[in-house]
């Protein structure tokens, strides 16, 4: 079992900076695959980036450049970075954690413990 805890959502103007954190409990956090999600009000959940246990890293098209995940197996964390941030990006944001291959990271069903979610606002 892993539980998820997210942490560093907020309100944030269109071309600020937000760091989130998704803390892990377990010791087997190094053999998961992570990933971030979003959830726009009245809208599907979706992938936005992912890291595997080997470090494959993958990103939605639609936050390359601007986003960057990250993951420090010592203190069981992935974290993502988003910069230049859009009022699209608005959303609840969630992390997960599966054991996949990098090319199934993007579909949700693949992830078996997922966190309870961080608010992330971008105004204009």
């Known amino acids: 079992q892993v539980q998820l805890v997210e942490s560093g959502g907020g309100l944030v103007q269109a071309g600020g900076s937000l760091r989130l954190s998704c803390a892990a409990s377990g010791r087997t956090f190094s053999s998961y695959s992570m990933g971030w999600f979003r959830q726009a009000l009245g809208k599907e959940r979706e992938f936005v980036a992912a890291?595997?246990?080997?470090?494959?890293?993958v990103y939605a098209d639609s936050v390359k450049g601007r986003f960057t995940i990250s993951r420090d197996n010592a203190k069981n964390t992935v974290y993502l970075q988003m910069n230049s941030l859009e009022r699209e990006d608005t959303a609840v944001y969630y992390c997960a954690a599966g054991q996949m291959l990098s090319g199934y990271v993007r579909d949700r069903v693949r992830y078996a413990f997922w966190g309870q979610g961080t608010q992330v606002t971008v105004s204009s």
């Open positions: 890291i595997t246990w080997t470090g494959i890293i």
